[in-house]
């Protein structure tokens, strides 16, 4: 009975999105950071040289996407504990 709640709420919640163009789902790539190199990973060879957002502008994005309705959140890039604050503040 729990899956049909939820998959009943994920179908509720893409006519909401499609009626108020107000996404309900993102992901996010926290961090570029990883210590490993991963042949089949893309991380590196897109992200070189590139600036990160702080943490206050990520804190920033969470809340804002949080107040305009926004209810999942995957987070996700590079190495996890590189940035275990963001995930923290996520929301």
Request: proline share 2%; with cysteine.
């Amino acid at each position: 009975m729990g899956n049909l709640k939820y998959g009943l709420s994920l179908v509720r919640d893409f006519v909401k999105f499609v009626v108020t163009n107000k996404p309900q789902f993102a992901n996010y790539d926290v961090t570029w950071k990883c210590n490993l190199n991963c042949e089949h990973c893309y991380w590196k060879k897109y992200s070189y040289g590139k600036k990160e957002p702080s943490d206050e502008d990520w804190e920033r994005a969470f809340m804002e996407h949080k107040k305009n309705g926004m209810k999942y959140a995957m987070l996700t890039g590079g190495g996890t504990f590189f940035a275990a604050e963001r995930y923290r503040n996520g929301g």
